[in-house]
Every structure is written in C-alpha cells, then in structure tokens.
C-alpha cells in the first residue's frame, strides 16, 4: 500500500515521502534508527500499548524518535480512529498478498504500476538494453512465484528458458535466501505466532523447483515450446514461463525474414495458448537494435513492429541517469507508468538514492 493512501495529516505523509519511503512495505521494514537518518530531525517513537502489533508498526514509525521517551496517543497527535483506520487499512491484501492467485510479484514500486505484478493467464515482454537487469528479473520473477500462498505467492514452480546462457546457480540462490529472509520478516510483523509460521523452505527448495532448459539454436526453442504442453501438464504447479531471451537465436543466420516472422508467429501463439490453457504468466525477455525514426537512429525493442502485436503487455527497461526504470509502453488493462527499481545483491528491490550504475557480478 502507498504511503499517499494512508488515512493521516498530510504534514505526516509529505515527511515520510520526502524521506523516501512511499510504501508501508518500506516503513515496516526500516529499524527506527534507519528513518531518524532519513529526516532533518530526531524521531520520536512510541509504543501505543492499547493497540496491535499493526499499529506498532505502521504508526508509531511515523513519529520522531526518541529512546528516552514515549508518549500517548494524544501527545503525538494521532487520533483512536485514524490508528484504527490504519490499522484495517494495513490488514487488507496488499500488492505482496494475491489471494486470488492472479499475479506473481516482482518488487512494491514495480508492482504497483502493473497493478500487483506480473499477470497470469498473459504474456508480457520486457525488453531493455544489456545490463539494465533483464535476467535478474527474470531470476527474482522464479524466485518469487514460489512464496507460499500463506505468504501472499502463488506456491509455484517455474520453467526457465535460456537462450543466452545467462543464468546463474549461485545467483538464484543468493536471491532465494534473502527471499526466505524476507518471508521470516514477514512472519515476525504479521503473525502473532511466530513459531507456527516459521518458514520452512531453503534455498536449495527453491532451485529445484526451478525447471531449467538451456537451448542453442531456435531450432531448439521452437521444439522445446511444442513439447511445454506436455511437460506442464505433468508439471501442474508450474506458474510462470520465462523466455530469456526470446529473441536471441532469431537474431542470427535468418537470411529469409519472411520466414522469422512466420516461426516467431507461430511460438507466440503457442505461448498465448500455454497461459490461457493452464493459468499461468508467460515473460519472454527481448534485446534492442536501432532503428531509423525522423531523421536519426533510435533504440527499439527487437524483432519488428509485428512482433509488437504478439505480447498482451509490454515493458520497457531503461536508464535514467544512474537509476533504472521500468515503463509499461503497451498493456490493455493498465496506464503507462515507470517506476524506478535496483539490482542488489539481495534481488530486485525499490529502488535507492544511493543507486549506482555498476555492474552486480
């Protein structure tokens, strides 16, 4: 839930922002020593004893920190009504909690713009230039899908396809401990037996549940996205397809591209019918290449303006400055927006002020 959402003054709201949290993700999960840096002055914090460990979370953070000090809910200001309105506010499904089992999350500021993640039963692209961290979301998107549904996932599997030989072991499961650690996090704010809903997963659960095929050649692809329909079907807890990247083999070696575009009709539609058939999100990754738009030579998505016509949603990764951004540039069901995000050691993540333009391994 966005911070700009919350039932509280605007003065309270315009400090949180300004501080750069926008999230009830992000306040729940910084210590109160972290949001005293974030402000011009001290925090206070409080400990509202007549209220639940909700409110101790998302209300008391609003307040200046002081270790010496606590006080009432009159002294700081914040009336019964607008805690207890944070409060059922706090306890209704956020982006991270799906109980329909209609997306699979990435990260809070990512989600939000495609209105709780990436969206079964479709196909999305995402398409940038190298580095900007197409693979890691890819590798988060396999992670994630995974979170058990007591924790807001979808408790799936995923298939993995890559065409490029950029996958990588030791990331996934560097990405698969944080998430595990995220989910004990998240047991400690939000369940009031923690030691029921301790997470019994490791990160070598979640690698072996990740069904990895490398191909060479799009030979290869086309025949391994005939025989998805069958593997899928004994594999029912599959959630998530991901192509990285769809376009590499048919970048090369096509000197009838007549033909390309027939072999890359025919998989898309294949890949259309997998989502629909077992209700799963389908994410195909595609390069750049430069294109001749009044005058100069743009960046565009690879592979032409028909295969533009092939995904239900479109995302386009890019650089803004030192940040990376994400912007949905085609989608029947939501608006065009960008939201900023990072590639840390931990996986995908909101992103910072202290974002940097490295590179990661």
Same mark, same amino acid.
């Given at each position: ?108 500021? @990512?989600? =939000?713009? +495609?209105?709780?993640? #990436? ?6 692209? !995402?398409?940038? /230039? ?93 025949? @391994?996205? =005939?025989? +998805?329909?069958?593997? #899928? ?6 959630? !998530?397809?991901? /192509? ?118």
């Amino acid at each position: 839930m966005e911070v700009g959402m919350l039932p509280i003054s605007a003065s309270k709201r315009g400090k949180l922002l300004a501080a750069g949290y926008t999230t009830l993700d992000a306040i729940a999960r910084a210590s109160p020593t972290h949001l005293a840096r974030g402000f011009p002055f001290q925090f206070q914090f409080s400990t509202l004893l007549s209220f639940s460990n909700w409110v101790c979370i998302y209300v008391q953070k609003f307040l200046f920190f002081s270790p010496t000090h606590y006080l009432t809910l009159t002294d700081i200001d914040v009336s019964e009504s607008e805690a207890t309105e944070i409060l059922n506010l706090a306890s209704k499904p956020s982006a991270l909690e799906r109980p329909n089992g209609s997306h699979t999350a990435v990260v809070g500021d @990512l989600d =939000n713009i +495609l209105g709780g993640g #990436i969206k079964c039963k479709e196909v999305t692209e !995402i398409g940038g /230039v190298p580095g900007i961290g197409k693979t890691q979301i890819g590798i988060q998107l396999a992670v994630n899908v995974q979170i058990p549904q007591e924790y807001g996932g979808l408790g799936g599997k995923a298939i993995y396809i890559d065409t490029e030989g950029s996958f990588m072991v030791e990331r996934v499961l560097q990405i698969a401990e944080a998430c595990i650690e995220d989910m004990a996090e998240y047991s400690r704010h939000f369940h009031k037996d923690f030691q029921a809903c301790d997470v019994k997963m490791h990160p070598n659960n979640i690698l072996e549940n990740i069904f990895y095929f490398r191909v060479c050649s799009y030979t290869e692809q086309i025949a @391994l996205i =005939n025989y +998805l329909d069958k593997f #899928i079907t004994e594999n029912k807890d599959v959630k !998530i397809l991901i /192509v990285d990247s769809v376009t590499f083999h048919f970048r090369q070696d096509f000197d009838d591209m007549a033909l390309r575009t027939r072999l890359l009709s025919e998989m898309a539609l294949k890949l259309m019918k997998l989502a629909k058939k077992f209700r799963l999100a389908v994410v195909m990754f595609n390069q750049v290449t430069t294109k001749h738009i009044e005058g100069s030579f743009q960046l565009t998505l690879a592979l032409g303006d028909s295969w533009s016509h092939s995904c239900t949603n479109r995302i386009i990764l890019f650089w803004n400055g030192n940040e990376r951004h994400a912007f949905i540039d085609k989608s029947p069901s939501l608006k065009s927006a960008s939201a900023p995000y990072s590639v840390t050691t931990r996986g995908i993540r909101n992103s910072t002020s202290s974002c940097k333009r490295i590179k990661m391994m």
